[in-house]
C-alpha cells in the first residue's frame, strides 16, 4: 500500500524557516512526480511546488525565491525549505505523489500543519 508520510510542520515566526520531509513508502515503482499542495481555511487547494523524477521543478509564483524543491531518489524523499515565511503561508500542507505505473491519480498524504504568526 503505497504511504506518503510527511513531517516538519509546526509554528514559526514571520522571517522564519521551516523544512517539511515527505516520504513515499510501499510502491516498488518510483514516482514521475512528487510534491506539496497547501489549504488556508475557506480556500481552495493550491499548488506550492513539485518536482520530477528527473530534477525538473516548478513553484507556485507567491512561494518562488522563498521556497525550494528537492528530492532523494534512493529515499523515495522529497524535501520543501520554506524561508521568508509569511503569515499568508499558514495552512496545511499535503505530499502529493504521481506514480503513473500503479494510477493515474496521484496519492496524498495526511497532510501537515504550517502555522507562521506576524
Known amino acids: 500500500q503505497v504511504q506518503l508520510v510527511e513531517s516538519g510542520g509546526g509554528l514559526v515566526q514571520a522571517g522564519g524557516s521551516l523544512r517539511l520531509s515527505c516520504a513515499l513508502s510501499g510502491s516498488i515503482f518510483s514516482f514521475n ?28 509564483d507567491s512561494v518562488k525565491g522563498r521556497f525550494t524543491i528537492s528530492g532523494d531518489n534512493a529515499k523515495a524523499t522529497v524535501y520543501l525549505q520554506m524561508n521568508s515565511l509569511k503569515p499568508e503561508d499558514t495552512a496545511v500542507y499535503y505530499c502529493n505523489a504521481l506514480i503513473l505505473a500503479l494510477a493515474v491519480d496521484p496519492y496524498w498524504g495526511q497532510g501537515t500543519q504550517v502555522t507562521v504568526s506576524s
Not at 37 to 49: D, N
Open 33 to 60: 512526480r512528487m510534491g506539496w499542495y497547501r489549504q488556508a481555511p475557506g480556500k481552495q487547494r493550491e499548488l506550492v511546488a513539485t518536482i520530477t523524477s528527473g530534477g525538473t521543478t516548478n513553484f507556485a
